[in-house]
């Protein structure tokens, strides 16, 4: 959510040389530094269009002046032109004055170039989607589907409809996303931060990156949120209120799906009323990604979700979008939600904070918020995950003992392992919980099974084996439409694990969908081939 670092400053420094030049040179040059300062401003309100229009009189009246095309390029890498940005920095980067200042920028864009080089893109009305074709090929479906229905949902709920085509670009491993995303691997992996909205696009990590993927349909949504929200508002919105409509819309994109705080986030809110340790507003300050610990990070987003329900409640999502215009129309935040709310903004969050207090929120013991690990999804993927994960360590020996077992087809033998573990752990933990059902499938106990599943999925419903156990338990019961259903939000998550497209190609076929059947054979050849 935060401006580039390395542009802001070398253009003040390119500025200030060129002024310092211009002085003893001819009017018009006068009339360049005013263009350039006026283009800087529109990049920096994230109104690419305006900045686009100085760039090309720069480029029309005064081609040859290397702060011009300094200027053009940089405007062009907003654009998604890397090529062209290329060009003119490197005809920039002849002036001394320039090249002191300007090449880091260079380096950032041709290091950036040397991924995006390779993407493939596909245009719909209103995106424009880049990947890299080998790899992530199989996500052009899904996410151009999710998006489009996200721009017509968001544009309902915020006034806000983007009239350029919105460019979202894949970011095919760990490296290039921390580039173009400016984190590093370990502030990425701490906050769990996998999207980013920056540089005038949507920009996410491939699912492919994460061992189980993660909820990246949600996550484009998300990102999306915070892109109508820099234009509607000129880029001038705090991160606790980017944050809070962004998480309070990011599931906006599935129709009949009312916003709803995730069990854990919930949890995490319980316990922050509990020993009253909330992060403030001001902490979260310039992005949730810099803060220290992935719970703070997760309390951080459930807070702020809280705050724009209390918001949402009091009227709606005209009341939001007031807030949002009095913004745009050069009020601050807090003079913005104080005319809305009508007390000061102290005393708003003073309300906010005791509404919130007074509700019932469940506090769930051991409930974990799973780790972020950029580690690329192996291309042959087990159902049932590794013990290894279970931290808890009478837990994890008898879930190693149950696995021994159920291997060997002793399906009773190794429930009364995997409940042992259950009981050690005294939580619910999905790898576990996973264990445990699947042999009770084996052993026919299906309303065990669909009853520890169910539970497992409201807890952790980032956790795609679940999805997997629940489609064999109702493919087994004969409940095919149903089994269809959870393994398709499966893709939500990880279309990168064959089983779900073998699997729905098998259930398809037994209900005569031999179009969908079809579709998934050949997303299973394109992950095996």
Not at 33 to 56: M, P, R
Not at 247 to 265: A, N, Q
Request: charged share 25%; aromatic share 12%; proline share 4%.
């Amino acid at each position: 959510m935060k401006t580039f670092f390395i542009t802001s400053a070398c253009i003040v420094a390119i500025i200030t040389a060129f002024a310092g030049k211009a002085v003893a040179q001819e009017e018009k040059f006068f009339d360049v530094i005013g263009d350039i300062t006026y283009g800087e401003e529109c990049l920096q309100a994230w109104q690419i269009e305006e900045a686009s229009a100085v760039a090309e009189k720069l480029l029309l009246t005064v081609p040859d002046n290397p702060y011009a095309c300094f200027f053009a390029g940089e405007v062009r890498f907003y654009e998604g032109n890397y090529e062209e940005s290329l060009s003119l920095l490197q005809k920039a980067l002849k002036e001394p004055d320039i090249a002191q200042s300007g090449q880091k920028f260079y380096d950032f864009v041709d290091k950036i170039y040397q991924t995006t080089g390779k993407f493939k893109e596909v245009r719909t009305e209103h995106f424009l989607f880049r990947y890299l074709e080998e790899k992530d090929e199989i996500l052009v479906d899904y996410a151009l589907d999710t998006l489009e229905k996200a721009y017509s949902a968001i544009g309902n709920d915020l006034n806000y409809f983007p009239q350029k085509p919105i460019l979202v670009e894949v970011f095919p491993d760990a490296e290039s996303f921390c580039t173009i995303s400016t984190l590093s691997k370990n502030e990425i992996e701490t906050s769990g931060t996998v999207a980013i909205c920056l540089f005038n696009r949507v920009i996410i990590t491939s699912p492919r990156l994460l061992p189980r993927g993660y909820q990246w349909l949600d996550t484009l949504t998300h990102e999306y949120v915070h892109y109508v929200i820099m234009k509607k508002t000129h880029n001038r919105v705090p991160i606790w209120l980017h944050e809070g409509l962004a998480k309070y819309e990011e599931k906006r994109w599935v129709e009949g799906t009312p916003p709803k705080l995730p069990v854990s986030l919930e949890s995490l809110i319980a316990e922050a009323i509990e020993k009253d340790y909330f992060i403030t507003f001001e902490q979260m300050h310039p992005s949730l990604a810099k803060l220290k610990k992935k719970e703070d990070t997760a309390l951080a987003f459930a807070e702020v979700f809280t705050v724009i329900s209390y918001l949402f409640n009091r009227g709606g999502y005209p009341f939001l979008t007031s807030i949002l215009g009095g913004i745009k129309n050069g009020k601050s935040t807090e003079d913005a939600v104080s005319l809305a709310t009508g007390v000061s903004f102290p005393e708003f969050d003073k309300n906010w904070l005791q509404v919130l207090k007074q509700k019932k929120f469940r506090r769930i013991h051991g409930i974990q918020i799973l780790p972020t690990k950029l580690q690329e999804t192996s291309a042959l993927v087990d159902d049932m995950e590794s013990v290894a994960e279970i931290e808890i360590k009478d837990a994890r020996k008898y879930a190693i003992l149950g696995d021994l077992l159920r291997r060997e087809g002793l399906h009773s033998a190794a429930i009364l392992e995997y409940e042992k573990a259950f009981r050690k752990a005294g939580t619910v933990l999905p790898q576990i919980q996973n264990k445990l059902a699947m042999s009770y499938i084996m052993d026919t106990q299906y309303a065990k099974a669909e009853e520890i599943l169910k539970v497992a999925l409201e807890y952790y419903p980032e956790y795609t084996t679940t999805y997997i156990s629940l489609g064999e338990l109702y493919q087994r019961k004969g409940e095919y439409d149903t089994a269809i259903e959870i393994l398709s939000q499966a893709n939500h998550i990880n279309p990168f694990n064959p089983i779900i497209h073998k699997n729905l190609a098998q259930l398809y076929q037994k209900v005569g969908r031999k179009e969908d059947a079809a579709g998934e054979l050949q997303r299973l050849m394109l992950l095996t081939k």
